[in-house]
């Protein structure tokens, strides 16, 4: 990593404790926790696992969309046409420290799900699905031109995209459904908290599904970004 892009990351993770991302996360981390803590026991697996899966969902959607709401309302993006960063390097330094939010985060949850957690699967599937929605959440956040309108604008815009999920629900899944970017990554997550069994080629198959979906997500972000801030 070069040493600019290192500076930026630094200055993305000072800004986000600025605008209060962290905190609010930890909000929202918190009444996850809450839920699995007295809620957990009575809860179906699936639906553990459905608890996890929202949490990277949330945080690239939203989170992200209201980060560069907030910078456009200070002219950030305006100086970025000008400055010597770009779309990618701007992407980056927020995906990296928002993702390992997000990990952490889960791995503050997930000892508390009542079945054994298969770490590696989950953890990968968690930062997958992080990304992913970091990369759909940047064409959505450039849609529109206040945080209130985005906020309640991309829940409607979010829907499509997350329904397809609960097709991981079916058991036993059918390759068909292992397809689809966002039920291979509900699918893995379940997998990885213990909520559901696949065989080692489904399991293969889920996770090509959802790496080709999450760099395709990227790929259109830094598109978008770069017809904003120029390519550089």
Known sequence: MSGLFLTLVAHETRLQFRYGIYFAYAFVVAFYVGVLVWGGAYLPPALVGFIIYSDPAVLGFFFLGALMMLEKAEGVRRALAIAPVSASAYFWAKALPLTLLGLVAVATMAPLVHAAVDWPVLMAAVALTALAYLGIGVPIALHFRTVSSYLIGSAGLMMPIILPAFLAF???????????????????????????????????????????????????????????????
């Open 170 to 232: 079916l058991d036993p899944m059918p390759a068909w459904a292992m397809i689809v970017p966002t039920a291979a990554q509900l699918r893995l997550i379940m997998i990885g908290t213990g909520a559901a069994s696949d065989g080692f080629g489904a399991a293969v198959l889920m996770f090509a599904v959802a790496l080709a979906g999450t760099v395709a997500a990227i790929w259109f972000g830094l598109e978008r970004l770069e017809k904003e801030i120029g390519r550089k």
